[in-house]
């Protein structure tokens, strides 16, 4: 690994500071105090998450005669994921979408290669990118359908006329540390990015309020105690189009965003206020595997 890329993955670790919990206005003997820092530290939960997004079936690194030789592909990714596990007990893995399409390897296995991939990884969640759909809806669930521990998320793409309702959910819960963490997903609109015959009986809705409706679910009846958004809908426009800065500071009760479509390289997450004036961090990790976004919780 080149010393440009640790520096590049160096860069990309940051550390939020959850909401500290409340501590009693006195301890009564040294004792007491002693045992409330005790309580106080196994209640915390220490949560690295590390997220993908782009892979655009990259299984190998980039050729020789690419600017980025030898780096990228999942091997690479592997490697560092292991490494990170192996010094972090509570790992969250999270991709955000167009796993496929991009070298022969999706040509010649229609994505099977990535997805077993993920599975082996133990990826706790991804969504749905625009060029997931490259060889159809249909196709997608026939994928879904052969590789069962890909956990496919969307709140905001409205799939009950498809086959796709079998296997995508609005939301998932993970048990972690004591804690319950909460993951869901958005969707970009189809318009001018996937051919209306690829995705028949699919429909889009609006991101933040179908997005807003399930992180409120999440934070008041499923009692999660951190919100994670996976999103394919770009970092950022000079538009009115909707992209991750945009529904992070519409929304609330959200803990980062991380995001893919635009292949966004990032130096660190950046902090967005959000509808109740509450900071979130919204990340993304270029693209191919060229680097693995992280970022350190306390909760």
Same mark, same amino acid.
């Given at each position: 690994?080149?010393?440009?890329? #640790? ?5 990309? &670790? ?13 301890? #009564? ?48 990714? @592997? ?45 706790? @969640? ?34 009950? #006329? ?63 105690? @951190? ?21 992070? @500071? ?5 803990? &980062? ?43």
């Amino acid at each position: 690994m080149s010393l440009n890329r #640790k520096r590049f993955l160096h860069q990309m &670790a940051i550390i939020a500071a959850g909401a500290a919990l409340p501590m009693n206005a006195m301890a #009564k003997t040294l004792q007491s105090a002693s045992d409330s820092s005790k309580n106080k530290a196994q209640d915390r939960l220490d949560l690295l998450v590390l997220h993908t997004n782009d892979l655009h079936s990259r299984i190998e690194p980039f050729p020789a005669n690419h600017p980025m030789a030898g780096k990228g592909g999942i091997a690479n990714l @592997a490697t560092l994921i292991q490494q990170h596990r192996k010094l972090h007990p509570h790992v969250l893995l999270l991709d955000c979408g167009d796993v496929f399409q991009g070298t022969p390897y999706f040509n010649l296995f229609g994505g099977a290669v990535e997805y077993q991939w993920m599975q082996n990884m133990g990826y706790h @969640a991804t969504t749905m990118g625009n060029h997931d759909f490259d060889n159809g809806i249909e196709h997608l669930a026939n994928m879904l359908e052969k590789n069962p521990g890909v956990g496919m998320l969307n709140c905001n793409y409205d799939l009950s #006329k498809t086959r796709l309702k079998e296997f995508v959910k609005p939301y998932r819960l993970v048990k972690m540390g004591g804690k319950t963490i909460g993951i869901t997903a958005v969707g970009i609109s189809p318009e001018n990015l996937i051919l209306d015959r690829m995705i028949p009986g699919l429909g889009y809705q609006d991101p933040v309020t179908t997005l807003q409706k399930t992180v409120d679910y999440l934070r008041t009846d499923a009692h999660c105690d @951190a919100v994670f958004v996976i999103s394919h809908l770009g970092y950022s426009y000079d538009t009115d189009k909707i992209d991750d800065l945009k529904l992070a @500071a519409q929304s609330h009760g959200i803990t &980062a965003i991380m995001g893919g479509h635009t292949h966004t390289f990032l130096e660190k997450a950046t902090e967005v206020t959000n509808a109740k004036g509450q900071t979130v961090l919204v990340n993304q990790a270029g693209w191919g595997g060229l680097m693995l976004g992280q970022l350190r919780f306390s909760i």
